[in-house]
């Protein structure tokens, strides 16, 4: 999980075959303190788009490497390869180019990585990709056939998303994936997060919505009970959300989805979220620091008042999984302890922890470097499993170790004992999620690499499936209450994994 396949120098490639373009995801070392399982939840939708937007007369494969099938795939050879580039996996990618296009092809770079440091991508490339990959690529591969290529394409995020051709999810290995139908409606976040990649300068990506009929028909398309949502945001306009959850209702599959906890604002939205399917999501808390969160930009309810707006998503069965960030100015070696007690006292199936981490291009990598705190350009410990600046009220070991007690202690039995629903009802499937997915590292290898993790997973999905459509069917069987908070029956908790990404 750690050390990507070797890239033999000697290996000799297949017949050149034209009209072939392989798409890579390229491997990235997995932080052993958080789980495993995380990488396979569900894919990335950068490269299944791209191929979605890949003309009928070629002919696209889609290679993850993170799926532990060894080097990528050389014969035939493709006239095309695409990669897709991170800035933590920027030197596997410059590998992958260099052995692809030592054999022949046509190498193409796209991804958050090429936007933030073109500069730097540009040596490893015969064609940059910057910013949005879909209008552009099916130009890059006419220009590669017409012989006419340029160095630099440049996408906007202007143009209306719903004109997007949906993802090919045909192209992904079904076995490999807890899920393969990762659904995005939404483009962008009425946030601005100064550590978030959303606010890199040049990026301009207004918020953007596809039709709920698109989201829809792409869900039943994929044919699984249980979709990830992986927009930034899915709660950004509550009203898109609503007319979304509507559409989602009748269909009596599951989902989870990233939102900020201003959702809770409205409790009859997080109603229709319940009654839609919803059963996790995955909330940016990022601190419980007031004044961290000043820093950071993030307008946001404050910390005080979020363990209300948890309880209001628990009484309508959809679990937490929250998000922190640790090494924020006014964050002292006291933060650890706080931060995982209070995911305790809550009763938070499930916390991720993420060392604050400068991306380059945000306003926080800015900061950094004015202060000349940022330890070094490394971009693979940019993961933020690494401490890559210097903290201002701890030593970068004290950061380093203190991110690393908190996964240690809430992903220890004892935790996760504490945390169990209050429903006894709920214990033994919320155990066997929790066990899976924290306390299995060694077996997630082996489940990986033997393309075993969506049968892993299935029982757990099904099982979550059933018990949820009929707690819908008790939720609307109920009024929908004046405060909301008579729906306190929390017979749904002990659900499938709440959105990990
Ligand atoms: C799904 C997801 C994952 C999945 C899969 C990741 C993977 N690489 O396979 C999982 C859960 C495993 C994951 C893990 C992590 N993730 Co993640 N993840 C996402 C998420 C939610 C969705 C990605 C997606 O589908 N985007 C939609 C596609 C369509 O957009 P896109 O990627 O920008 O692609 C477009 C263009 O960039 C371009 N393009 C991209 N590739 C290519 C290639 C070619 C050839 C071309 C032409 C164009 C092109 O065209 C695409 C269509 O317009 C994003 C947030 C987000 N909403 O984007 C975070 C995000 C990518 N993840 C992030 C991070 C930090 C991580 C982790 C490091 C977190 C952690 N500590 O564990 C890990 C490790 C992964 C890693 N090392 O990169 C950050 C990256 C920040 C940065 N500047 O690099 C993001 C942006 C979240 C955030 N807000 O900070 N993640
Ligand atoms: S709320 Fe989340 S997605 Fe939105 S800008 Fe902030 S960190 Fe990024």
Redesign the pocket.
Known sequence: MVVAPRLDPCRRPGELRQHYAL?L?PF????PH?SFG??????????T??AGATPPEWEVRYW?E?LLQGPPPLDPMPRVV????????ARRAYALAAWYRARGAVV?????????CPEECAPHADVL?I???????PQ?LHDIEAGALKKV?R?GYLKPYRE?PP?RRDILARDGFLTTT?L?AT?GCHNRCGF???S?EGLHQPYQMRDVAQVVEEFLADGQPYA?F???NLGSKPQYLRQLCRALRPLERIWSA?VSIDVTDDPLLIREMALAGCTGVFVGFESLTDANLTDARKKTPRTEDYARRVKILHDHGIQVNASFVLGFDHDRSDVFARTAEWVEQNRLECA?F?IL?P??G?PLFAQMHREGRLLHRDWEK????HVVFRPKHMTPEELTEGYAWCYRRLFSAASIWRRRPEDWRAVLPYLAMSYLYKRSNRLWRLLIRHRLTASAWRPLVEWTRRRHVRFRAKLAARTAPRGLHAVTDPLMPGTVVSA??
Do not use: M
């Open positions: 798409l995801n990235y070392p997995k932080d958080a995380k990488h396979v939840l569900t894919p990335t939708l950068a490269l788009s791209i993850d993170n695409g990669i897709s580039v991170h800035l933590t996996f193409v770079l796209g991804g958050l990585h090429v936007l933030s990709a910013g949005e990959g879909v209008q552009i690529w890059i394409y996408g997007d993802p990762s995005i483009r978030c990649y959303l890199t990830v992986t927009d930034n990233a991720t993420h981490t991306y380059p945000t940019y993961d933020t499993a990990g990404v």
